[in-house]
């Protein structure tokens, strides 16, 4: 068998990802903003299901509501600081991981897809 060199793949920029960091934050990069038409989104809310073990997140560009968590810019994305909904709704947060992020139309809910 002969042997094949590796050169460093570099992750696909162009999709909408979520990462949830070790430090507690939720960050959605620069491809999820343009795609969704988020870039005027000041605040989100953030929704649980207990039972499928999932995050959605609903975005808006008032602080008005009740609940709202600022969306911090961090680079070409945004941040948003959520380590107690992690930990209230006990959410493994102890090493990085990156995540997709789907419309759902029905719900007006972005929601949190393992990538695949």
Do not use: C, W
């Amino acid at each position: 068998m002969a042997f094949e060199r590796y050169f460093r793949q570099r992750a696909d920029m162009s999709k909408p990802r979520v990462l949830i960091g070790k430090t507690g934050q939720i960050g959605l990069n620069a491809a999820g903003l343009q795609k969704f038409g988020l870039g005027k989104a000041t605040h989100a809310a953030l929704f649980y299901d207990r039972d499928k073990k999932k995050i959605a997140i609903r975005f808006t560009d008032s602080a008005k509501e009740k609940g709202l968590l600022k969306l911090v810019p961090r680079g070409n994305g945004v941040v948003i600081f959520a380590k107690s909904f992690l930990r209230y709704y006990a959410v493994d947060f102890s090493r990085a991981q990156h995540y997709s992020l789907i419309f759902d139309g029905k719900q007006d809910l972005y929601v949190i897809e393992p990538e695949s």
